[in-house]
């Protein structure tokens, strides 16, 4: 199968262009602000629809600027302290989720500290929300045709070419990561948002998603390419491995914490 996108264009009308990342930003932002404000006034209530709907900014800037932030000072520091105002260029892409999680939780202590919202129990309501954004950014880097996959066994059925990947079949692991890091761990955190008893310890379903994206994203991690700028690391493991690690022992922390 071959696989050639040849734009990161959703839709371009005149002047107007939008793009897969912002289609998927938005998309991610909005549904999970209207399911939160319904999330949020579940038994035991954390927030108001209002304190949600102010919370939205927060998390928008959160999100973005330590999305940008996170891959600058993860992956290519050198080559943006050279350059430094490529820092801007946001339309070339790079962006980090770990950095955008550390963005939104700095975002959320500041918020609930000036709101009088317990963290916790505001944190368990994003966290159940959260995958619907990662795996909306999974699918922009497959319609993008990034972040592609290591070379795929012969006769696997659904590997493909990516345009930039050499004539080489690959994994999509882009959709590997949706799945995983998407609508796996958003099943998941539904399937346990659903029960009382989880929802009245504070910080469980925040554990939970923190420990299980480490674990989708390292799994994934195994069927995609490294970053050529920075190959494989310690022992043979990738960035996004060594990044998911602290992620992975705070969820066990705050899981351990909650029970």
């Known amino acids: 199968m071959t696989f050639f996108p040849d734009s990161t264009t959703f839709l371009a009308v005149g002047p107007l262009v939008l793009r897969w990342y912002a289609l998927a930003y938005i998309g991610g932002l909005v549904i999970g602000w209207r399911w939160v404000r319904a999330l ?5 209530a ?3 629809p209002l304190q ?9 800037a959160g999100v973005v600027l330590g999305g ?44 609930c500290r000036r709101q009088g919202i317990p963290l916790l129990g505001f944190a368990d309501r994003i966290a159940v929300v959260a995958p619907v954004g990662l795996g909306l950014g999974r699918v ?7 972040l592609w996959g290591r070379e795929a066994p012969p006769g696997l059925p659904w590997a493909m070419r990516f345009a930039g990947g050499g004539d080489v079949l690959r994994h999509p692991s882009q959709l590997y990561q949706a799945l995983l890091e998407g609508l796996l761990l958003l099943v998941v955190m539904v399937v346990l948002a659903r029960r009382d008893a989880i929802r009245a310890r504070a ?7 923190l420990a299980g994206y480490a674990v989708a994203r ?7 390419q490294p970053d050529p700028f920075l190959g494989f690391l310690y022992a043979g493991a990738t960035m996004g491995q060594l990044l998911s690690l602290p992620m992975l022992i705070a969820g066990l922390v705050l899981i351990v914490r909650a029970k």
């Open 40 to 44: 949020a006034q579940r038994v035991p």
């Open 46 to 48: 954390v927030a108001t």
């Open 52 to 60: 949600v709907d102010e919370f939205l900014t927060w998390a928008t």
């Open 68 to 111: 940008r932030l996170g891959y600058v000072l993860f992956y290519q520091p050198g080559r943006y302290f050279e350059a430094p105002l490529e820092i801007f260029a946001v339309w070339h892409g790079g962006m980090s989720f770990h950095g955008g999680m550390l963005g939104v939780a700095v975002a959320l202590v500041v918020f």
């Open 140 to 146: 922009a880097n497959f319609m993008n045709g990034e």
């Open 203 to 209: 910080g469980m379903l925040a554990g939970v998603f």
């Open 218 to 224: 390292s799994v994934g991690e195994l069927f995609r």
